[in-house]
Nanobody
Framework: QVQLVESGGGLVQAGGSLRLSCVAS????????MGWYRQAPGKQREAVAA???????NYADSVKGRFTISRDNAKNTVYLQMNSLKPEDTAVYYC?????????WGKGTLVTVSS
């Protein structure tokens, strides 16, 4: 059974930083592309960042230069370091991966950025 468990969300002032973590189980973590998504109130879920098993990264334009995705295959964990946070970064952040035709999601962690 695939499980993705996010942590690290919280309330932070604009300009501050947070680091999200996602621990995965039930998958061959080291070969999977891992991604972070977010969904703000009243908006559709959007991709934030992704990292392949080879270390290739991709970021949404809105977070380039501020967010950094990384992974520790020994710990089956993917991270999202978020710096220079803005109120518009407020959202529930989800970890995701795919295995074959199946897409798996965590339950999310809430990030609230106050102005």
């Amino acid at each position: 059974q695939v499980q993705l468990v996010e942590s690290g969300g919280g309330l932070v002032q604009a300009g501050g930083s947070l680091r999200l973590s996602c621990v995965a189980s039930g998958i061959a973590f080291s070969i999977n592309t891992m991604g972070w998504y977010r969904q703000a109130p009243g908006k559709q879920r959007e991709a934030v960042a992704a990292m392949t098993n080879g270390g290739v990264t991709n970021y949404a334009d809105s977070v380039k230069g501020r967010f950094t995705i990384s992974r520790d295959n020994a710990k089956n964990t993917v991270y999202l370091q978020m710096n220079s946070l803005k109120p518009e970064d407020t959202a529930v952040y989800y970890c995701a991966t795919a295995a074959g035709a199946e897409r798996y999601w965590g339950k999310g962690t809430l990030v609230t950025v106050s102005s």
